[in-house]
């Protein structure tokens, strides 16, 4: 690889990384600590009465919930606690490779809480099912079950209230909330506060998917096909009915409330919410479900591109079963069909690097008048009919696909917890030992002496830190990743060392 080349990728891998870095950072700053919700000023009152109840006012427990009181319990494959208070979840211990993750960030609240002024029992009567029942004072009975997912169709929040008086009972505004936070795997928790984000996914409309919208502290009236909070890894979305629910409300930390429509109860009369969700890991079931919980996972700015690239690793993957060997092969496969334009790079690369010895001359010769180096360099090429950008173009074009399997292998949950070879035990992980990256930089340490010295000092400099720049930049890589850029690496200088003498000829 020439130093056109290596700036080339250089320069667009710095470009990325500070789009990474500081353009894409999807929130601001958060609190170290969540903030608790303020608690309702007084229990709702009988009669119609139970109507003027703000959704504020049923927002959050009044007390920080004891996590002793709550009873453990199963739903799905994850392992819960559900607290009296609200019947709210305090703990969800959800499976992973390497265990079980804590998918509750903070427990003083918990998730999925209705009604949080009532303290919920749990009904001895359901032998098969998690069901809680609590009364109000204004006597409207309100039983909370959670229903568990099958195949394609998603777990379900289902509150049905009962009203036995003899008088119309107005139900109120009540509440149903995810976050405020979301846990994560040990890896991402320094980075998990500025990844976590409030998101809804817009309604599919002209023909177009629907956009994921970030939002912000406030009132969002939506409508929308499903609204949550997210990490790199995790989500937890509601999929609620717009006939039931108002609005959605945002806050920081990432917090996501629904506010059920008032609804007068009759006599004897009963009323049913079922509130669809998800609460797991941005995995390859999400299409399955049919409502855009996919879109979830962040691709970049090349989206299109890394869905179908990690379809393809997905693909090699199903032959290979082994995710790494699946990078290595898909990295193969990429350089075979990029192969023309790496071509072209190396062709004009080649022929600049024949100009060298005559711009040297001209460097001498114009030391003292820039104005009239560029010209007569210029006019050398013009000549020669070389193209200093010929190196340069062909790489920049591949950068979408870099850029795109960059995003596609550094949130893929699929690597979490996946072997490799050896000591990598993770490939959503770094290397523990440092072993990749450091081979990398190596490598691309070997590459830069394997071309003459740019003619610009500044340029030398550049050239000479550069691999020591990418070595440390991929040390907190996932090894996935890694794996991927030094395989990369190697196969371009195999082609080059390769095709040296036909390149010079």
């Not at 305090?90 to 903070?106: A, D, K, Q, T």
């Not at 036995?164 to 139900?171: I, L, M, N």
Request: aromatic share 10%.
């Amino acid at each position: 690889m020439d130093r056109n080349l290596l700036l080339a990728v250089s320069l667009s891998v710095a470009v990325y990384a500070a789009w990474f870095g500081f353009i894409e950072k999807r929130v601001n700053p958060q609190p170290t600590k969540p903030s608790v919700s303020s608690a309702s000023k007084a229990p709702v009152s009988g009669g119609s009465s139970a109507s003027t109840a703000s959704p504020a006012d049923a927002a959050a427990p009044a007390v920080r919930l004891d996590a002793g009181e709550a009873e453990t319990v199963e739903i799905g494959d994850a392992i819960a606690k559900i607290h009296p208070r609200g019947a709210s979840i305090v703990s969800f211990l959800y499976p992973e490779p390497l265990g079980r993750v804590e998918l509750v960030h903070n427990p003083d609240e918990g998730i999925f809480a209705t009604f949080p002024e009532l303290a919920f029992k749990r009904d001895p009567s359901v032998k098969n099912g998690i069901v809680y029942t609590a009364t109000r004072p204004d006597g409207l009975k309100i039983s909370k079950e959670f229903l568990p997912g099958a195949g394609t169709v998603l777990p379900r929040v289902r509150v049905v209230a009962v009203n036995p008086t003899k008088r119309s009972v107005d139900a109120g505004a009540w509440t149903l909330a995810v976050g405020p936070g979301l846990g994560t795997i040990a890896t991402e928790q320094k980075e998990n506060q500025k990844l976590q984000r409030a998101i809804a996914l817009t309604p599919a409309a002209a023909g177009l998917n629907g956009r994921i919208e970030k939002l912000a502290p406030g009132t969002h009236p939506g409508p929308y096909r499903w609204v949550g909070i997210d990490n790199r890894y995790f989500l937890a979305a509601l999929i609620p009915s717009p006939e039931l629910f108002d609005s959605a409300q945002s806050e920081l930390p990432p917090k996501v409330t629904l506010t059920a429509k008032p609804v007068s109860i009759p006599p004897n009369g009963s009323f049913t919410w079922e509130v669809p969700y998800y609460l797991g890991a941005k995995d390859r079931t999400l299409p399955s479900y049919n409502v855009g919980l996919e879109r979830a996972i962040d691709f970049g700015f090349f989206s299109w591109i890394g869905r179908r690239l990690l379809t393809a690793l997905e693909y090699l993957h199903g032959m290979t079963h082994n995710w790494g060997w699946a990078i290595l092969a898909l990295t193969l496969i990429l350089q075979v069909l990029l192969f023309p334009l790496t071509w072209k790079s190396l062709r004009a690369a080649g022929a600049m690097k024949k100009l060298q010895p005559e711009v040297a001359k001209l460097q001498q010769k114009y030391a003292d008048d820039s104005q009239k180096l560029s010209a007569a360099t210029m006019e050398l090429y013009k000549t020669k009919g070389a193209n200093p950008l010929g190196g340069c173009l062909p790489m920049v074009l591949q950068m979408p696909i870099f850029i795109a399997l960059f995003n596609a292998l550094r949130n893929s949950w699929e690597l979490h917890g996946a072997v490799w070879i050896f000591w990598i035990k993770d490939l959503s992980a770094k290397d523990p030992y440092y072993v990749l990256p450091i081979v990398m930089g190596g490598l691309m340490f070997l590459q830069s002496k394997m071309n003459p010295p740019a003619g610009d000092p500044a340029q030398q400099k550049i050239m000479m830190f550069m691999p020591l720049m990418f070595t440390f930049m991929f040390m907190n890589f996932p090894s996935g990743l890694v794996l991927y850029w030094l395989t990369n690496s190697l196969v371009s200088t195999v082609v080059q060392v390769t095709l040296k003498k036909r390149l010079e000829a």
